[in-house]
């Protein structure tokens, strides 16, 4: 007798990640690389425009206090810093930590985290 | 006594082309699983309904379904939780082809459990050399993937298998995992092609939803992750082991 099984496949739109709360936020997660790339960019052209003199420098600082530029890095750093905030907590699972290692780790982490941003600040300012 | 609506994915290969919905109206109380809601309907409203299930204590891994479009065991989730809701929509196993009604077709995952050699290979004690000794330390290591009931509520979840159905998927590798961590087995090296490989733990890019809807907090999410730096490390092996075959060629 002929088999009467036809089993259904059902198939993945692009949409996926809109149907949980979980995939959305993955999604928002691997977005936070497209201002990763701007920055990325921008630091480029500023190290460029440094090597061309100090004429090229000034208009480097002066396209970075333009206030699309200024509102587009402040998405880059909160982009930066739900990356960092995601990548902390999942980097313990990594590297096989118990469950109060894996807290202490990531204070840890956090705590190296603001102190180069400390002393970055103060070199720079 | 309080009902709730339940609307079930329905499919039967003999008459549909496609799934389609069926409300059923349940009488439930504080302690009815979907299980029980399940059997409530093929006894007395459709007694044509298909589903899998065995032990009814989360144990055995046959019930895992859509609800709500979340993979669950449904002997583990409680009718009461969707009740503020009023309804509750069932449908098969996510990414799996459906067979029928609630019922999918696990074959893809079997083989990649069997490929991937979860049994302890290559000790050579004998019954007679006693019971093989393990350290806390050393089942610690494995300890929290033994719990895996092969439910496969992680493939249902991962977008990545949904994406790729050749991906062996984070069940399997967990347990693939599970044996390479044990002190007494000898069989990493049998395993290591399939986890390296285009079906291997690199199709995973670390959605981390397989550990969330595990019902028994297995982490398979981590397992994948701790398998990627072994990859790493035995491709790097690898390398260096074919640099020095060259040399003494």
Known sequence: MATKRKPYIREMNSDWWRKLPYY?????RELTAVPAIWFSILLIYGLSALKQGEASFACFVQFLANPIVLLINVVALMAALLQTTTWFTLAPKVVRLSECCAYRAKIALWGITGLATIILLFLAL | MKTLKMAIARYNPEVD???????????????????????YIKDALAPDLTYRSSCRMAICGSCGMMADGIPKLACKTFLRDYAGAGKVTLEALGNFPIERDLVVDLT????????LKPYLIGNTRTP????????????????????CINCALCYAACPQFGLNPAFAGPGSISLAYRYNLDSRDNGKQERMPMLNGPEGVWNCTFVGVCSEVCPKNVDPAAAIQQCKVESALDFARSVINCQKEKEVR
Do not use: W
């Not at chain 1, 959305?24 to 928002?28: E, G, I, K, P, S």
């Not at chain 2, 082309?17 to 059997?39: G, M």
């Not at chain 2, 893809?108 to 490929?115: K, P, S, T, V």
């Not at chain 2, 050399?129 to 806390?136: I, L, S, V, W, Y």
């Open chain 1, 24 to 28: 959305r936020f993955y999604m928002l």
């Open chain 2, 17 to 39: 082309d496609k799934p389609r919905f069926e409300d059923f109206h349940v009488p439930y109380d504080n302690q009815t699983s979907l299980l029980d809601a399940l059997a």
């Open chain 2, 128 to 147: 007679a050399d006693g019971a093989n000794r393990q350290t806390p330390e050393q089942i610690a290591k494995f300890h929290q993937f033994t719990h």
């Open chain 2, 108 to 115: 893809h995952f079997l083989e990649c459990i069997e490929a």
